[in-house]
C-alpha cells in the first residue's frame, strides 16, 4: 500500500512540477522515474497480508 501512495504523490508532484516549472526538466523527469521504480515494486511485490 505504501509503494503505491508513494507513487501517486510522486506522479501527481511531478505533473505539478511539469506545468508549473518547465525549466526543472530534470528534476521533473526524476520525480516520475522514482514513481514508475516504486509502482513497478508493488506490483512486483503484491500484497504482503
Known sequence: MM???LAIVL???WIG???M???AGLLI???VIFA???LVLHL???RRA
Open 3 to 5: 509503494f503505491l501512495i
Open 11 to 13: 506522479f501527481l508532484l
Open 17 to 19: 512540477g511539469f506545468v
Open 21 to 23: 516549472f518547465k525549466s
Open 29 to 31: 523527469h526524476l520525480l
Open 36 to 38: 514508475v521504480i516504486s
Open 44 to 46: 512486483i511485490t503484491g
